[in-house]
């Protein structure tokens, strides 16, 4: 699901120094407004053709960001439908490479879907070091977890959405992603973390030991999103065996080996996971 974009949607390929300041992007485009942020100027030009910009931000628009009269990026694309917002972050160096960082997150709408999250490292050179689509996770969170001085990305996997139950009851076990300085790009990273979310993981646990006790063998299906939450927060903080353990000790289904299997399949398959 990482998106580290060879074909961007999102982006449009203009080189820099290609476009002037106040230029428009796209023929039949006009500026909606521009705002200062440290030292960026981000600009939205709205199409005429369709010019309305809801009060959450969503509008047919080309957002342009200039360095003082450097062009830098521009995000969108004609006939392109989204809400993007800037992070109040940008302008800061979050990644500790010594340079300021743009971030950008993006909305296309709907009930559940779907947020895209950009980081770009300006330097005299600009550099895309995370682009990660979280869709029902909604825009994700920048946390010094370690307290180095370098944000950490926190979200989560909504893969499990809707796997063996409805959506509200589904587990989204939750991701960190840490900036890899040597491949100068954010990557999964959460096992490296996982010590800051242990009551979490250990109110999940009760939860669905309760609700086994309380409930489970009539509905299947939802003792497993239940049981879920807890196993694939072992899961994914690198802890597999201590996941299948908690299944083997809580599941009564006759589908436990499959259950087992199937989970296993899904973890593994996820660009969010990643080994301890």
Known sequence: MIVLLAVLALFLATPAGAQSFREPPASGYGLHDERTVGPFTVQRWVSATSPP??????????TVVYEGERYLLSLGAPGQMSARSVSDLTGHDINGDGQPDLIFSDWSGGAHCCYTTTVHSVGPEVKLVLALDTGNCGPGEFVDLDADGVLEFVTCDDTWAYTYCSFADSPFPR??????AARAEYAPATPRYASHYRDELAIML??????ISASGGKDPGLDKCRLL?????LMYAGRIDDGLVLIRGLYRGADR???????LEMVRKSSFWVAR
């Not at 910009?53 to 080309?62: F, K, L, Q, Y």
């Not at 991701?175 to 890899?180: N, R």
């Open 53 to 62: 910009v809801s009060p959450a931000g969503m509008c047919e628009c080309i």
């Open 229 to 233: 939450h807890p196993v694939l927060g």
């Open 257 to 263: 080996e499959q259950f087992e299997k199937e989970t």
């Open 206 to 211: 009760d939860r669905a030991q309760a609700w």
């Open 175 to 180: 991701v960190v992603y840490g900036y890899d």
